[in-house]
Every structure is written in C-alpha cells, then in structure tokens.
C-alpha cells in the first residue's frame, strides 16, 4: 500500500547540552519540531534505534534556545507538529498564549478552552502529555493556590525556568 505523500518517513534527532540537562529534540520529514524532552521526563522520549540522528535538521531550534537560557529570546519561532486529540490541540494552544515571564492556573487555562470547571483534571492531563516541553511552555501553569505542582521534566526544573523567566524570585 503506497503511503501518503505527507506521512513522515523518518524521525530524525538531536541532543543539545542545556541548563536544565541533556535535551532531546525530534523532528519529522518536513523539518517540524516534534518533540523536545528532558532525562527522566515523565512520560518523555528516548531516542530509537530506527531514528536518524542528524543535528542539522534543528539548527534553529539550538539557537533559539541557546537565546532563551541566555535570557535574550522570550518567544519561540519554530515549526511544531504535534499530533494530539483535538482537546489537547486546544490545550496547547492556549499554553502559547501565556506570555513568558508569567504563569496561569489550569483553571485558567481550561477556560481558555472553553472547558467546565470538571476538566480541569482533563486539562492538566492534557499539559502533562505536552510533547515539547520548554517551546510549548507547560511550565507556567501552576496550581490554583500558586503553588508549582506537576512537571513531566519535574519540578526542579519548573522551578528553574519560572525563575530563568523571572516570574519567580529566587
């Protein structure tokens, strides 16, 4: 059966070094970000022996982060592809909406989304699934109560960039 012309024939992958450890980044055929981990991430990638490990497909995604831990990029510009039900599509969406240097609730968050005050648990399951930690900012969700809570790349890490981003004071 012949595939279809825009069905991604390959994953192709990188690691960068990062303040926050070894990032994993995986693209498709089209050279869109689709993924960026970190070790132990829960629920996070591990490179696959079929992938192709080719650095110069994510030239600009290792800029633009380098930008970002240096404190000089507050906004990525990367193609993403990401394949998500169309709730969690919303989901991620609405977590570009949040402006570097601040934080949003997952209440707010399921708002954004037009989902009732019973999916909040629905939204924070949706954030947690997010493939691309960091350029889809999962990290600026907190708690209701303001406390940091869940992080797939954990909370040291979650702590670290809301601090990077000076939403929070050290």
Same mark, same amino acid.
């Given at each position: 059966?012949?595939?279809?012309?825009? +069905?991604?024939?390959?994953v192709y992958y990188t690691h960068l070094d990062s303040p926050v450890g $070894?990032?994993?980044?995986?693209?498709?055929?089209t050279g869109a970000l689709t993924s960026l981990s970190v070790p132990g991430?829960?629920?996070? =990638?591990?490179?696959?022996?079929?992938?192709?490990?080719?650095? =110069?497909?994510?030239?600009?995604? #290792?800029?633009?982060? *380098?930008?970002y831990f240096a404190g000089e990029l507050k906004e990525f510009e990367l193609?993403? %592809? %990401? %394949?998500?039900? #169309?709730?969690?599509?919303?989901?991620? #969406?609405?977590?570009?909406?949040?402006?570097?240097?601040?934080? /949003? +609730?997952?209440?707010?968050?399921? /708002? =954004? &989304?037009? #989902? %009732?005050?019973?999916? &909040?648990? *629905? &939204? !924070?399951?949706?954030? !947690? *699934?997010?493939?691309?930690?960091?350029?889809?900012?999962?990290?600026?969700?907190?708690? /209701?109560?303001?406390?940091?809570?869940?992080?797939?790349?954990?909370?040291?890490?979650?702590?670290?960039?809301? +601090?990077? $981003?000076? /939403?929070? &004071?050290?």
């Open positions: 059966m012949p595939q279809h012309p825009h +069905t991604p024939q390959h $070894e990032l994993l980044l995986t693209a498709d055929d991430q829960k629920g996070g =990638r591990v490179a696959r022996p079929e992938w192709r490990h080719d650095p =110069r497909w994510f030239d600009e995604a #290792a800029e633009q982060l *380098a930008a193609r993403l %592809s %990401s %394949s998500g039900t #169309a709730f969690r599509e919303r989901v991620w #969406a609405a977590l570009a909406d949040v402006p570097y240097g601040s934080t /949003a +609730t997952y209440g707010e968050i399921a /708002a =954004r &989304v037009g #989902a %009732s005050r019973v999916a &909040v648990r *629905a &939204v !924070g399951g949706a954030i !947690g *699934a997010n493939p691309l930690l960091i350029v889809r900012p999962c990290h600026r969700i907190i708690g /209701a109560n303001g406390s940091l809570t869940g992080y797939a790349g954990g909370l040291d890490r979650k702590l670290r960039l809301l +601090t990077l $981003e000076g /939403a929070l &004071v050290p």
